[in-house]
């Protein structure tokens, strides 16, 4: 498998920083989740330990969804754009994607001539992450 996982890494076209845009998605209703980045690290443990796994750029660590709020999401597929340089992931989102304990990052909605938000926290952020976030 490992011979696999290291030839997938080579059809994936990071950019310059190392990363490339990662999208994840609720496998079974399609839903939008997140936008988050991803190295080649981040790409070999997501496909090891069928688990979500980022690159945090403010932290500059690598972060396992969930590992601090509880809010895994668990791979059923990755999927690469056709350019090479974007990732799908399709996912089994356990509660919220969101740090502000929404389902999904996309919560804000363009609607006549302003930002609307569109749905309310599903989890108070504080009871997330009772550490204060970078």
């Known amino acids: 498998m490992t011979e696999a996982i290291e030839r997938a890494l080579d059809e994936i076209k990071f950019g310059p920083d190392g990363l490339v845009p990662t999208i994840a998605q609720q496998h079974d209703t399609g839903e939008v989740l997140m936008l988050a980045w991803m190295n080649r ?11 979500a796994c980022y690159w945090s ?16 999401q668990r791979l059923h597929e990755l999927r690469l754009d056709c350019d090479g340089d974007a990732v799908l992931l399709l996912v089994e989102q356990d509660g919220v994607a969101c740090h502000t304990g929404r389902r999904s990052c996309f919560f804000q909605a363009w609607r006549n001539g302003g930002w609307s938000v569109i749905a309310v926290p599903q989890i108070p952020p504080e009871q997330l992450y009772p550490e204060p976030r970078d």
């Open 41 to 51: 690290e981040a790409v070999r443990i997501t496909l090891t330990e069928g688990r």
């Open 57 to 72: 750029r403010s932290r500059q660590a690598l972060w396992r969804k969930g590992e601090t709020s509880g809010q895994v």
